[in-house]
């Protein structure tokens, strides 16, 4: 099996650790677990061809092969934990997406993969570090220019809306976690607040034609209207030149661009990564209050989190 495996060179770890696949201590079925919980993020933002077959996480934007290496053998290795779970019928068949973690009996979990699981944490805030400092736009510095066609043909250039706010969401409606803002209705309502007040909401869509989140223009207006988008327009930057040059990793990614033309906030749409948590910091939603206020954004950059954009090769 390892030896078929080695087409992805995130399976070398099927190589390296082989006593993984043979041991019955591991269960996948989980999603309390920290720990382990923080070497997903060493997946979501590095190993995008592994992680997300998976996971259905991922994220990849100019990364180094090495880092991206690194990504794809931490995901991989979990990939194995998975699988010993499922072969000895430790957890439910199907891992959930997005996957979330914890043990059903941390005592039997052995020694080995509790050092894995460690280094491979540090292996992840390493990586995320990395690409964050590499990737996000300069607080402060002058947003990057472009011009894309929306759904209807028309053009639309960020220099046009000098002088107002403008927010950027990277979107893929197909997205679990951005289908889950629309569904809650959070991202719809912070649409109107900012369009209402004299703004404008661009959502951009950087999925290469034929990846999931692309849809022609008729079949996006038409999701479009069935989730409650409620933007100023959806743009297509389907050779993903934008979202590049705005490091987008993931969907959603929010930025938000001041009215003097700089960047004021970069990153997530809250704190709540996994759902349903009770203590959430709406970062978007703060930050637009401090601009408004005049008042300087206490968390001006944060991680992203959601699916790979589907950038063309």
């Known amino acids: 099996m390892c030896f078929l495996m ?10 390296l650790f082989p006593h993984l696949l043979f041991s019955n201590r591991f269960l996948c079925e989980v999603h309390e677990n920290h720990t382990v919980a923080s070497v997903f993020s060493c997946s979501i933002l590095l190993g995008r061809p592994t992680s997300e077959r998976a996971f259905g996480w991922g994220g990849r934007v100019g990364v180094s092969r090495a880092l991206r290496w690194v990504g ?33 009996n941390p ?78 209705g959070h991202l719809p309502a912070l649409q109107k607040r900012v369009t209402e007040a004299g703004g404008t909401w661009l959502a951009i869509c950087s999925s290469a034609e034929g990846e999931q989140g692309f849809f022609e223009p008729e079949a996006m207006n038409e999701r479009a209207e069935k ?15 934008v979202g590049r040059a705005f490091g987008a ?30 203590d959430v910091t709406d970062y978007v939603t703060l930050a637009l209050d401090a601009l408004a206020a005049g008042e300087e954004i ?5 991680r992203p989190y959601g699916c790979s954009v589907k950038y063309a090769e």
């Open 6 to 15: 080695l087409r992805w060179p995130g399976n070398l770890p099927c190589l």
């Open 72 to 104: 794809a053998i931490s995901a991989q290795l979990l990939r194995l934990v998975a699988f010993q779970s499922r072969r000895t019928g430790g957890c439910s068949d199907r891992i959930p997406m997005p996957a979330r973690l914890s043990y059903e």
């Open 107 to 184: 005592d039997n979990i052995s020694a080995t993969m509790k050092k894995t699981i460690s280094f491979l944490a540090g292996v992840a805030l390493f990586g995320a570090a990395a690409f964050t400092s590499a990737e996000a736009p300069a607080i402060g510095s002058d947003a990057p220019q472009f011009t894309l066609s929306d759904t209807h043909g028309k053009e639309h250039s960020l220099y046009d809306f000098g002088g107002s706010v403008v927010v950027l969401e990277w979107i893929n409606f197909d997205c679990p976690f951005v289908a889950r803002h629309y569904a809650s």
């Open 249 to 278: 990793p993931v969907t959603p990614t929010i930025v938000i661009i001041g009215e003097d033309g700089t960047v004021a906030y970069w990153g997530a749409v809250d704190s709540d990564a996994r759902g349903g948590a009770e």
């Open 298 to 302: 206490a968390n001006p950059q944060t």
């Open 227 to 241: 989730e409650g988008f409620a933007g100023t327009a959806i743009l297509y930057d389907t050779d993903g030149t």
